[in-house]
């Protein structure tokens, strides 16, 4: 158990070190070049064709590799309140079971969206979807939405993995709030 526990967290260090880096990187970017745009349209009154769509692709594409390391904090899905209410009523166990049906909840819906995505994704490619601005593509930016989604769900299953051990080592008597309600 511990090996795993290891090995999870090894895992969701290099995700979120490396995700994490790549989406924030997008996201000031392509903040920036909307800033120009806006000078661009109002101080010049010219714009890039693509531009808009450059910036709405590719702000969407930064959430969707950004959702690996919210799961990571678990900070996605949050439902503070009910755990709260229920680990003040002291019902820790019902907490501990409640963490491994969210992580395995998520499991279940973010790898399926994620899986029906390749039909999506391969009438993109097929029919050569483009943006508004018939400039940029749309099939790396469903393969990024599904890459998003499997990856949130991969973390998640790592996390109900966690959950489990923890529900079986007794974890969830001496948890924190904090801890616990972190869903």
Known sequence: MDGFLAFSQRVKDLIHSVLGWIASAMLLGLTLFAL???I???IFSVVFEWGQDAIIVGMV???AFYFGVTQ???SHLVMNAILQWIHSRGHFKAVGMIKIVVSAAIVL??????ATGWSTLSYAWQRDLTTYSLLIPLWPFYL???FGFLLMA???FLQTI???ISFVRGEYLDAEIEVTTDV
């Open 109 to 114: 819906f973010c790898g399926a969206i994620g």
């Open 72 to 74: 990571i904090r678990r």
């Open 40 to 42: 661009r349209r109002y």
């Open 154 to 156: 991969f973390v998640a």
């Open 61 to 63: 594409s930064a959430v």
């Open 144 to 146: 990024i939405l599904m």
């Open 36 to 38: 120009l745009e806006i």
């Open 162 to 164: 966690e959950d489990i």
